[in-house]
């Protein structure tokens, strides 16, 4: 099974960017979808952004559709997620995923997942 970290989060404001990054171990990463997902306090978790294994594909959630960028480095093994014009509704514990279902969206999708990293967007 592949183990993930991330890294990348912090305290910014409106408008801002940051960059998160996922680092993966035990397995290669290009063997897998991967996926990152976001939990804001009370709300359950949420499709973010996922791309295919080879990297051709990627696919986002309505809410961050033209501001986030999602990119992975196979020789790295690390994902990556460019959040641009960043939000106070984006303020979430970010989570990478690793799974095997093409085109997924669902966090059943995903089998393993790193421990967050969180994202606090000021106005």
């Known amino acids: 099974q592949v183990q993930l970290v991330e890294s990348g989060g912090g305290l910014v404001q409106a408008g801002d960017s940051l960059r998160l990054s996922c680092a993966a171990s035990?397995?290669?990463?290009?063997?897998?979808?991967m996926g990152w997902f976001r939990q804001a306090p009370g709300k359950e978790r949420e499709f973010v952004a996922a791309?295919?294994?080879?990297?051709?594909?990627?696919y986002f959630a309505d809410s961050v559709k033209g501001r986030y960028t999602i990119s992975r480095d196979n020789a790295k093994n690390t994902v990556y997620l460019r959040m641009n014009s960043l939000k106070p509704e984006d303020t979430a514990v970010y989570y990478c995923?690793?799974?095997?279902?093409?085109?997924?969206?669902?966090?059943?999708?995903?089998?393993?997942w790193g421990q967050g990293t969180q994202v606090t967007v000021s106005s």
């Open positions: 791309i295919s294994k080879s990297g051709a594909r990627t």
């Open positions: 995923a690793a799974g095997m279902v093409t085109m997924g969206r669902d966090p059943s999708d995903f089998g393993s």
């Open positions: 035990g397995r290669t990463v290009s063997s897998y979808v």
